[in-house]
């Protein structure tokens, strides 16, 4: 079996194009990693989930997509037991990226401001992208020890010319993936995409590049409380709203809102609210207010 790239630390390579297999039948859970490099990711099988500070991606096998450098939160799960999760990556430096876009510069034109650039893009497989991934897959047999260097380089100048010409719109953005934002951004990013999350204030932090203690001192100066005080209260208004409605139920709101257990979902809203969600919601808005 040859399996390469680690999941869990460091998705990274000193080469500025690296073509490789990685598989596995342990899979992590939720990993802190730090890309140093643009990663396409060729999913085959299982299920692949991404966190970054503003947007979250979920990868189902079929499915593309090119990973922006920087710090992210991994989570591999397989389709089934005794099954493998299985993909291909394609790591490059975004220097790489620059030089192919400053030799078809004539044809590619300039590039289109992005209001707001994603961390990631992602690609539905076609006709010619299923072809191309089986072609990647070829050249990685067990026969093949190392993928030359220069026909690396000649996929990838393949899957961006493809993309250019047939996904104009989504190669514009990939220009500009990967655009740092400033601390304030990242902050109010990480927060507000992911209250439904459950994502720990430590892994929210790594998200933002931060320590802990960055992280908690550049939030309150910007919401003028704590980040978990914020994180609950707008999770338990969410859940109250959602209570209103009468046909949800106190588990499918656990779920939506992202806790492991419904027992602890039931102690945040009592402690927030003085009642339990069951006695909320069978009240209405007359009952319960935020302690």
């Not at 939720?30 to 099988?45: C, G, I, K, P």
């Not at 994603?118 to 992208?129: C, K, S, T």
């Not at 093949?144 to 393949?158: D, F, I, S, T």
């Not at 704590?226 to 209260?233: G, V």
Request: net charge neutral; hydrophobic share 40%.
């Amino acid at each position: 079996m040859r399996a390469s790239a680690p999941s869990s630390n460091s998705e990274s390579t000193k080469a500025p194009i690296s073509l490789v297999r990685y598989r596995t039948q342990t899979p992590t859970a939720r990993a802190r990693v730090l890309l140093s490099q643009h990663m396409f990711t060729f999913l085959l099988e299982g299920e692949k989930t991404v966190h970054f500070a503003g947007a979250q991606v979920t990868i189902h096998p079929q499915q593309f997509v090119l990973l922006a450098a920087g710090n992210c939160l991994m989570s591999e799960k397989v389709a089934a037991p005794a099954t493998q999760y299985h993909s291909l990556l394609l790591l490059f430096d975004h220097q790489v990226l620059a030089d192919f876009c400053h030799r078809h510069a004539a044809w590619l034109g300039k590039p289109t401001l992005q209001a707001a650039s994603q961390p990631f893009l992602r690609f539905e497989q076609d006709a010619f992208l299923t072809n191309f991934v089986g072609s990647l897959n070829c050249l990685l047999t067990e026969e093949a020890a190392v993928v030359p260097h220069e026909l690396q380089r000649v996929k990838l100048e393949e899957l961006l010319l493809y993309l250019a010409l047939h996904c104009p719109e989504q190669f514009q953005q990939l220009r500009s993936v990967g655009q740092e934002a400033n601390e304030e951004v990242l902050v109010r990013q990480a927060v507000t995409s992911h209250i439904d999350s459950p994502v720990a204030l430590e892994e929210l932090a790594f998200l933002c590049h931060m320590s802990l203690s960055t992280f908690k001192r550049r939030f309150a100066q910007l919401y003028g409380t704590s980040p978990s005080r914020w994180l609950l209260e707008r999770r338990m208004e969410k859940a109250a709203a959602l209570l209103r409605q009468a046909d949800r139920t106190v588990s499918e709101l656990s779920d939506e809102l992202g806790y492991e257990h419904i027992s602890s979902f039931i102690q945040s809203f009592k402690q927030f609210y003085g009642v339990t969600p069951k006695q909320y919601q069978g009240a209405g808005e007359g009952l319960g207010t935020p302690a």
